[in-house]
Each structure stands twice: as structure tokens, then as C-alpha cells.
């Protein structure tokens, strides 16, 4: 029989008493969750810091009905506690979760049907980098887009933990790759991923370098999470049949736009978000990461890009970084 650790009362977190900026942020105590019947209660050892945590702090992005207030989207660590209809771990098993709140703690529950075991190649640092970026790249750029090998692939923001996912995942499926950055240090760090071409957006204009470069061809798919007037300038760099996935507004999610373009080229333009879809439809994703991705991770094909990592009282520290987009990859909290 495994040992079970015994569990004390209370526990370490970070939550926002009001909304604001990064200072608001609070270290409190916080009573230990027990797992549902579906859940497995998981000790951690890393949280990843993700753009949804800022958006939720400053009040614009509340948790979804009964989630925690708790900061915290994807987690590892090891899992201490069962609940009594979960059957595809053990006690004492580490592994990395997407969870819907709750990851900036000493503990947290999470769905069974999203937690992934940690990859042996991985340390528990890389592993907690892995769902929030790998869960929406796969499901927005493979499930709704669904990207193909040969296929000319666009990312924006390609710096950015979702961008050094989304680069890596489509080198990997066998697509051409452009992105755009704010600075060459960052459009290097892209090449050095796997990109074939990566523009300065801040120099260059992004749509005519991108058409050049594929003889006014466009790109199949683009994966955008700025809006603004990129919603325009997407219509024009996309390709006939092309296919558009938002995933957030930095710029805002209000413009105008001419739709004659989306008629014209026979467009596709979805969007989606993935913290309050339900536990089946997350474990969807998790069970096609295991199948299709979890195999390029244990041969080291792709491997997480982290930038900085903060202790869990520096949280405030860590969001300013996320918030100043100085960033390549990922940003973590250590937990315990």
C-alpha cells in the first residue's frame, strides 16, 4: 500500500481581496480542499503563470462558477489524495494538471480527466509549463483549425508561452511557420524554435512581409491573441479557405472590419475559451495530448521555454513581468 502523507488544516495561497493591479495580490491562509468523487488532491510543486491570471486579477476574467478564487490555471506536483470514482492514478504518482482555479497553493484538486502524468524527461518545474499552453494550442490550432502538415501556419505573439508552444507544435506536424515579435532578440528566440519566418511587427509591416513570403499565398491558419486591428490584417494575410482562431483581445475585441474579405476567400473565423468547458470536454484534450504530443515530449521533439520562475510570496513579481510582455516563454511560481 502506498503511504498516505498526513494532511494539515490549512495551506498557503494567493488570491486578490479586490480587483487591481499586480500589488493586490495576497498571501493568505487557506483551508486544505478535499478531492470529489472525480477529483485527485494534488500536493504542488510548480504553478505557471498565464495572461488569464492578469485578466482575472485586474477583474475582467471572474472564475467560473464553483472554481477557486485562488489564482492558478496548470500545476505539478504529486497527488496525495483519491477521490472514490478516480481510477487512473495512484497515491504518490507526479503529474501536471489543468485546473480551473486553485494552482497558486500548497494544494489543489483537479479533475482526474485533466491530469496528465509528468513526463520522465521533464523536471516538475517544466512539467507545471506544459497544460495551460499545450491545452489551447492543441485544441485551437490541431482541434478547431485543424492544422495539417504543409500547411502555412501564423502565430502571433510568438514569444509568448503560447507562441513557443504553438511554434514548437506545428514544426513538429510538419507546417511552415511565420510569427511576429516585438524586438529581434525575441524573433530569434522564435527561429531558434522552429519558425521559418519571424517579422518584427514594431519595424516591418507583418501583412506585406508575410505575403512576399508566401507569394501572396497567406497563411492557412493564424492563431491571434491580440484583436484590434489585427482582426483586419488577418482577413488580408489569410489564405483562400483559411481559418482564424481568436483566443484573446490585448488590443481589444471591438473594430471594424470589411466581412467582403471572409465571403470573398471563403474564411473561417472561430474562437474559444477553454477555463469553463466542462471536465469531459477538457479531458478530450488531455486524452489527444497523451496520444499525439506526450510522445514528442519523452523524446525531446519539444520541450517547454521558461523565462523566470518566483517564489509563491513574489506572485505580484511575476505578474508585472507577464504584464510588461518582456518575457520568451513561460513564467513560474515554486510552491513548495
Known amino acids: 500500500m502506498p503511504h498516505i ?18 500589488d493586490c495580490l495576497q498571501k493568505v491562509e487557506r483551508p486544505v480542499p478535499s478531492p470529489s468523487s472525480n477529483q485527485v488532491l494534488i500536493k504542488v510543486a510548480y504553478a505557471g503563470v498565464n495572461r488569464p491570471d492578469c485578466i482575472q486579477r485586474a477583474g475582467g476574467y471572474p472564475p467560473p462558477p464553483g472554481a477557486s478564487d485562488i489564482f492558478g490555471l496548470e500545476i505539478s506536483g504529486e497527488i496525495i489524495q483519491l477521490g472514490s470514482e478516480t481510477s487512473k492514478f495512484k497515491v504518490g504518482d507526479q503529474v501536471t494538471a489543468l485546473v480551473s482555479g486553485g494552482g497558486y497553493a500548497q494544494y489543489c484538486c483537479a479533475d482526474e480527466g485533466s491530469v496528465l502524468p509528468k513526463p520522465d524527461c521533464l523536471n516538475m518545474e517544466q512539467a507545471a509549463a506544459l497544460p495551460e499552453t499545450f491545452f489551447t494550442v492543441w485544441h485551437n490550432v490541431f482541434q478547431r483549425a485543424r492544422l495539417t502538415k504543409g500547411e502555412t ?5 510568438g514569444s509568448s508561452g503560447i507562441g513557443t508552444t504553438a511554434i514548437q507544435l506545428a514544426k513538429a506536424f510538419g507546417a511552415r511557420i511565420i510569427t511576429t515579435a ?10 531558434d524554435l522552429g519558425a521559418d519566418l519571424a517579422i518584427n511587427y514594431k519595424e516591418k509591416d507583418w501583412v506585406k512581409e508575410l505575403r512576399n513570403w508566401t507569394n501572396k499565398q497567406g497563411a492557412d491558419v493564424i492563431l491571434d491573441m491580440v484583436g484590434g486591428d489585427y482582426i483586419t490584417k488577418n482577413y488580408i494575410a489569410a489564405a483562400n479557405d483559411g481559418r482564424i482562431v481568436s483566443i484573446a483581445f490585448l488590443q481589444g475585441g471591438v473594430t471594424e472590419a470589411d466581412f467582403r474579405r471572409l465571403m470573398m476567400k ?19 484534450i488531455a486524452s489527444e495530448l497523451h496520444e499525439h504530443v506526450w510522445p514528442l515530449l519523452a523524446n525531446q521533439t519539444i520541450k517547454p521555454l521558461i523565462y523566470r520562475t518566483f517564489a509563491l510570496k513574489e506572485a505580484n513579481k511575476a505578474h508585472s513581468l507577464m504584464e510588461s510582455s518582456e518575457h520568451i516563454g513561460k513564467i513560474m511560481i515554486k510552491v513548495e
Open 5 to 22: 502523507p498526513s494532511l494539515p488544516s490549512m495551506m498557503q495561497a494567493i488570491i486578490a481581496p479586490e480587483p487591481g493591479g499586480p
Open 153 to 157: 501556419f501564423l502565430v502571433h505573439g
Open 182 to 191: 516585438g524586438t529581434e532578440e525575441k524573433c530569434q528566440a522564435c527561429r
Open 266 to 284: 471563403r474564411l473561417i473565423h472561430t474562437g474559444s475559451t477553454l477555463r469553463a468547458q466542462p471536465d469531459a470536454f477538457k479531458a478530450n
